[in-house]
């Protein structure tokens, strides 16, 4: 499975952007799919993920209420809409794609990973 992720962009403190992420294969219809994101110098992390019918999301504290992740199988794509941004929230956003129909917050769950994304939120 490949993974596409766009949308990453250079916007202002309280702009929003939207990130989406393509997988070339239906296969990942059955999985479910995250997203995390890695700053500089930092560990990736987590951001929020959804399982492979969308029935269950979660998110990292420091995005909830802010970003919502969601799914369209039909297209093998999942979204990241990202609102009112935060200089702390720059990072490089990746996708990725469980071994399982659900998503977790540990990397170790996920078996495909895109190449990333770059969000850089100015303050």
């Known amino acids: 499975v490949q993974l596409q992720a766009s949308g990453g962009g250079l916007v202002q403190a309280g702009d929003s952007l939207r990130l989406s992420c393509t997988a070339s294969?239906?296969?990942?219809?059955?999985?479910?799919m995250a997203w995390f994101r890695q700053a500089p110098g930092k560990e990736r992390e987590f951001v929020g993920g959804i399982s492979w019918n969308g029935a269950s999301i979660h998110y990292s504290e420091s995005v909830e209420g802010r970003f919502t992740v969601s799914r369209d199988n039909s297209k093998s794509t999942v979204y990241l809409q990202m609102d009112s941004l935060k200089p702390e929230d720059t990072a490089v956003y990746y996708c990725?794609?469980?071994?399982?129909?659900?998503?977790?917050?540990?990397?170790?769950?996920?078996?495909?990973w895109g190449q990333g994304t770059l969000v850089t939120v100015s303050s």
């Open positions: 990725a794609v469980s071994r399982s129909s659900y998503s977790a917050t540990s990397r170790s769950t996920y078996a495909y």
């Open positions: 294969k239906r296969t990942s219809s059955n999985n479910g």
